[in-house]
């Protein structure tokens, strides 16, 4: 019976099957004769090879090597975990890094050199100028109106050079050397930690090749605003002794500079010899008057000035020059 009925289960399968292809695609599992069920599954899920998890996006985008680094930047954490995060000197480099004025020293030496002119213009436009001109008259004596505010701008300019190579000197010598004094949770708990080789290599290695760069900047730095510095401010004090009047004034205030004082009165020119001469002689009088300027000799003097009515009396004269 069953061979019997063999060859017409072979006809009637290929039928079945391209009956079952005819309804939306289904897959022709109903092969059998007298199978009353049978499952219709689409033939896109079928021999699907099994799914996998997607890996976190961090771990997608790093190469090997990049994993490797991360993998020992993490075991290095483990070994120098008993020093707080912020006290480890591979991240108080960082800081340094990403601090705006301390990171100056990590730029091009063109763009570090621009910056320090910035300061130094900056200091000298906003501070440095206007202070000097209290003191001296900006374009009747302008030499040492530069030499004076020069010399406040490039103080400030050494402050803070001087500012950055001390963060960066204290962050080398914590590399550089091979134990690390922290404080656990304050300043009365300090603690001492003895770097393991690998931690030690690593803070050596950037402490040589990072930091050991930067300060020899600093250092030039340093020098070269320090001889600057010396320079105006040893010009300015030459200038300013060569130029003192007689009670040790010099600048705005000061006054004019004087040929002689006599008991009687003061004289401008240095060919009259006293006053009677004024008297008797109109060419002597002329030249002792084109000395003086206009202005009466008794504001020449601070103690004849203050005879006279002080410097309310001299300012009139001394608006009109």
Not at 277 to 286: E, S, V
Request: hydrophobic share 40%.
């Amino acid at each position: 019976m069953l061979q019997l009925l063999g060859p017409v289960a072979q006809a009637a399968s290929p039928a079945q099957q391209q009956a079952g292809g005819s309804k939306g695609g289904a897959s022709g599992a109903c092969s059998g004769l007298f199978r009353r069920t049978c499952i219709q599954q689409p033939i896109s899920q079928q021999h699907q090879p099994p799914r996998r998890l997607a890996a976190p996006a961090r771990w997608q985008r790093l190469t090997p090597s990049a994993a490797r680094k991360e993998a020992g930047g993490a075991g290095l954490n483990r070994l120098e975990s008993p020093v707080p995060r912020e006290q480890r000197p591979v991240n108080e480099l960082q800081q340094l890094k990403d601090t705006p004025l301390l990171s100056w020293a990590t730029l091009e030496l063109p763009e570090y050199a621009k910056r320090l002119a910035i300061l130094y213009s900056g200091v000298f436009l906003l501070l440095g100028g206007p202070i000097a001109a209290q003191t001296f008259e900006p374009f009747e004596q302008p030499l040492e109106f530069f030499l004076s505010g020069s010399t406040g701008s490039l103080l400030v300019v050494a402050v803070a050079s001087l500012r950055i190579f001390l963060a960066w000197k204290y962050v080398g010598d914590r590399l550089l050397t091979a134990s690390l004094e922290y404080e656990e949770t304050g300043w009365y708990d300090g603690q001492v930690f003895v770097k393991p080789p690998e931690v030690l290599t690593r803070d050596r290695l950037l402490g040589t090749y990072e930091v050991k760069p930067v300060l020899a900047r600093l250092r030039t730095t340093l020098q070269g605003v320090g001889v600057a510095l010396a320079a105006t401010a040893v010009t300015l004090t030459v200038l300013i002794n060569s130029q003192l009047d007689a009670d040790g004034a010099y600048g705005r205030g000061s006054a004019r500079k004087l040929a002689q004082v006599t008991p009687t009165g003061i004289l401008y020119s240095s060919q009259v010899r006293s006053l009677e001469d004024l008297i008797n002689d109109d060419d002597a009088a002329q030249r002792e008057a084109e000395a003086q300027g206009g202005i009466p000799g008794y504001c020449g003097d601070r103690y004849f000035k203050a005879f006279a009515g002080g410097e309310r009396v001299c300012e009139k004269f001394e608006k009109r020059r």
